[in-house]
């Protein structure tokens, strides 16, 4: 069964300490694997789609990297305004047509000044 | 991306009742998803809306439940029937981007006395 799990469920961190944020998934074939940030009472904002072990991606204080077994999402240097619960979903492989995504439960992470 | 509109944004209701959520996309698309949030938990696909047919349900979601309209390729609606507390949710709505990436709406909040 494909399964996403994401660590740790919450993170404090001070602001300009940086950390990494976990997502490992069992899938079979991987097609996508996506990273979202979800603010309270929002819906998620898509930031990166990985597509294949080594690939990384960069935006700001953020850059996403791709296992076959799991994803870092690292946060360099945050700021309060990075406060927000980051979501990991994969992507299976399908024979055609559109493949749901597979969601895990999220962390939520607060920086403090 | 798209801009996804959805109405309303919370609401309160009795249990027994329906609330019936709309969805507004400022461009035609082929799919779109209705996915559920529950409190603390992460995101759960409801059903597959597609214009023309009948939409295409998860296991655990039935129609009876969630009847889905999608009159055209920019307009969805997502109904909750004869609610009970449990389905006090995020009601998100979502399409999919050029990569396979979802964007998503800001979600309907919904809480069921």
């Known amino acids: 069964e494909d399964q996403v799990t994401q660590s740790p469920e919450a993170l404090r961190l001070q602001e300009g300490e940086s950390s990494s944020l976990n997502c490992s998934y069992t899938?079979?074939?991987?097609?996508?694997l996506f990273w979202y940030r979800q603010d309270p009472g929002k819906g998620p904002e898509f930031l990166f789609t990985?597509?294949?072990a080594g690939e990384e991606k960069e935006k700001e204080r953020l850059k996403a990297t791709l296992t076959k077994k799991e994803s870092f999402l690292h946060i360099t240097a945050p700021k309060p305004e990075d406060s927000a619960t980051y979501l990991c979903?994969?992507?299976?492989?399908?024979?055609?047509?559109?493949?749901?995504?597979?969601f895990g439960a999220g962390t939520r992470l607060a920086v403090h000044p | 991306s798209a801009v996804i509109s959805q109405k309303p944004s919370r609401d309160i209701c009795q249990r027994g009742t329906s609330l019936t959520i709309q969805c507004q996309v400022d461009?035609?698309?082929?799919?779109m998803f209705w996915y559920r949030q529950q409190p603390g938990q992460s995101l759960t696909l409801i059903a597959t809306?597609?214009?023309?047919?009948?939409?295409?349900?998860e296991s655990g979601f039935v129609i009876d439940k969630f009847p889905i309209s999608r009159p055209n390729l920019t307009f969805s609606t997502l109904t909750v029937s004869n609610m009970s507390p449990e389905d006090s949710s995020i009601y998100l709505c979502?399409?999919?981007?050029?990569?396979?990436?979802?964007?998503f709406g800001e979600g309907s909040r919904l809480t069921v006395l």
């Open positions: 979502s399409v999919v981007g050029n990569t396979g990436e979802l964007f």
């Open positions: 899938v079979s074939g991987l097609r996508g």
């Open positions: 990985l597509y294949s």
């Open positions: 979903a994969v992507q299976a492989m399908f024979s055609g047509g559109y493949n749901k995504l597979i």
């Open positions: 461009s035609q698309v082929t799919m």
């Open positions: 809306a597609n214009q023309g047919s009948e939409a295409t349900y």
